[in-house]
């Protein structure tokens, strides 16, 4: 069992950034996927970005490509999501997720184990 704590939301100006963390309790953290999703109100969660167990591999969704970046620290436990250039569309509550899997999994239904989520709000 893995739990998940995300943190660094916050309100920012639209072109600004921010950094979220997410710490991974538990000493298996290199052999968990993890992945960023988040929710808007009203609509499904979407998948942001993940990270393959080892790093190597990272997927972004087409919205944010060129614009956020997945890392992880597997020394630390933590996986991160810095964002740059923000827009009012990226607004939402923030998921950090972690499947035990070798491969990169991109549906929310794919993960097993959920952070409570962390709010980032974009102003125009």
């Known amino acids: 069992q893995v739990q998940l704590v995300e943190s660094g939301g916050g309100l920012v100006q639209a072109g600004g950034s921010l950094r979220l963390s997410c710490a991974a309790s538990?000493?298996?953290?290199?052999?968990?996927?993890m992945g960023w999703f988040r929710q808007a109100p009203g609509k499904e969660r979407e998948f942001v970005a993940g990270?393959?167990?080892?790093?190597?591999?990272?997927d972004y969704a087409d919205s944010v490509k060129g614009r956020f970046t997945i890392s992880r620290d597997n020394a630390k436990n933590t996986v991160y999501l810095q964002m740059n250039s923000l827009k009012p569309d990226d607004t939402a509550v923030y998921y950090c997720a972690a499947q035990a899997t070798v491969g990169l999994p991109v549906r929310a239904y794919q993960y097993i184990h959920w952070g409570q989520g962390t709010q980032v709000t974009v102003s125009s």
């Open positions: 990270s393959s167990r080892g790093g190597d591999s990272t």
């Open positions: 538990g000493r298996t953290f290199s052999s968990y996927a």
